[in-house]
């Protein structure tokens, strides 16, 4: 497949069609590998939860903690005992 570079300010990007966004589950964010004979694009995959651990040390290192009264009534054996990530 060819197709053309676009001047993007001091760059320049190319557009994908909608079947290779479709085709590759294409969402907003790529990467982008240098290879020895080109660039290898392929999406990106967060499984769910899967940066949960560092956002909320972050969020807990600025200072931000959960309100425990909304939170209250919520934790249960099988949460406390058997819950793993």
Not at 15 to 26: A, E, P, R, V
Not at 60 to 67: F, L, N, T, Y
Not at 73 to 81: I, R, S, V
Request: aromatic share 10%; proline share 4%.
């Amino acid at each position: 497949m060819k197709t053309r570079l676009k001047k993007i300010g001091n760059s320049k990007g190319i557009t994908l069609s909608k079947t290779l966004l479709d085709q590759y589950q294409f969402e907003d964010e790529v990467e982008i590998v240098a290879q020895k004979n080109g660039l290898l694009i392929m999406p990106v995959k967060v499984k769910p939860r899967e940066q949960w651990d560092e956002l909320f040390k972050k969020a807990i290192k600025e200072g931000h903690a959960p309100d425990k009264a909304l939170l209250e009534g919520f934790a249960n054996d099988f949460d406390k005992k058997e819950w793993t990530w």
